[in-house]
């Protein structure tokens, strides 16, 4: 089981620099990372896409942290979006955990992967309006919010990947959208995994280690690897350019949504 725990060490390399560097909660490269090792395992076929997705979320209470922290000492959070944003976007993730427990496995793999795509081309052709209006609408950020917790819960990747595009898309600087992204991926996980512990399949049970949805010995050995990286990450993005950080953030999307779709056909 040594390749085990390397493998999850290096994933929580990764991971903790991926969350710090782009804001995303790092579930890009978890969930593709967590099937791979589940189907490793032998685990039920059918229940892999729900337990990848709660290790995902589960694994970010770790992950995100000091990379959430590290944005908002370096002033690139907004607070009055993550306000206004909270308890809608909590609500909505645990309420995604019971709908992806009553889907099919293979719909819930399509929608990984085509919300991966989406989210992937609107960075790559960097898409916005003719005339970005900052303010963003009281009614409309509720209804993002609401959206972005059901579709990051049921794709386990944290919000980043909608919520990074989505600030850009309204105005904010490509920091502080990464900023504010990194602090809001810290509740959706919170909330994620309390999902994931709430409606978890009854096969997990026979699961050693498994609990809920999430199987601990990843999620705390890739969490406590991803924990100084997660900094390192945070103050490489601070210190990057910004046209620099949407190819960088657009390339590392568009590999993994190719990833999910692989593991979805293949």
């Known amino acids: 089981?040594?390749?085990?725990?390397?493998?999850?060490?290096?994933?929580?390399?990764?991971?903790?620099?991926?969350?710090?560097?782009?804001?995303?909660g790092s579930g890009i490269i978890l969930v593709p990372a967590y099937?791979?090792?589940?189907?490793?395992?032998?685990?039920?076929?059918e229940i892999i896409p729900l337990l990848a997705t709660g290790t995902s979320m589960t694994t970010m209470i770790l992950v995100i942290p000091n990379a959430a922290y590290t944005h908002y000492l370096n002033s690139n959070v907004n607070m009055e979006i993550v306000k206004k944003m909270l308890l809608y976007t909590f609500v909505?993730?645990?309420?995604?955990?019971?709908?992806?427990?009553?889907?099919?496995?293979?719909?819930?793999?399509?929608?990984?992967?085509?919300?991966?795509?989406?989210?992937?081309?609107?960075?790559?052709?960097?898409?916005?309006?003719?005339?970005?209006?900052?303010?963003i609408n009281n009614l409309e950020l509720?209804?993002?919010?609401?959206?972005?917790?059901?579709?990051?819960?049921?794709?386990?990747?944290?919000?980043?990947?909608l919520m990074v595009p989505y600030f850009t898309f309204r105005?904010?600087?490509?920091?502080?959208?990464?900023?504010t992204s990194s602090v809001m991926g810290l509740f959706i996980a919170i909330s994620g995994a309390i999902g994931a512990f709430l409606f978890a399949p009854m096969a997990s049970k026979n699961i050693n280690l498994m609990f809920g949805s999430a199987y601990i010995p990843a999620v705390f050995v890739v969490g406590l690897s991803s924990i100084y990286f997660a900094k390192m990450g945070a103050n490489i993005s601070n210190n990057t350019s910004s046209e620099k950080l949407k190819v960088a953030f657009a390339i590392v999307v568009i590999i993994s949504a190719i990833r999910i779709v692989y593991d979805s056909f293949i």
Do not use: H, W
């Open 171 to 179: 105005g904010l600087s490509i920091r502080e959208a990464i900023g």
């Open 35 to 45: 099937f791979f090792l589940f189907n490793y395992l032998n685990f039920p076929e």
């Open 142 to 161: 509720a209804f993002m919010s609401c959206s972005i917790g059901l579709i990051t819960s049921l794709v386990g990747i944290g919000g980043g990947i």
């Open 92 to 135: 909505f993730t645990i309420f995604a955990r019971y709908i992806a427990l009553n889907m099919e496995s293979l719909t819930l793999q399509l929608i990984i992967a085509f919300s991966l795509i989406f989210a992937a081309f609107q960075v790559a052709l960097d898409i916005k309006p003719k005339e970005i209006k900052p303010k």
């Open 1 to 24: 089981m040594i390749e085990i725990f390397i493998f999850l060490v290096i994933l929580g390399i990764l991971a903790g620099l991926i969350s710090g560097f782009f804001g995303i």
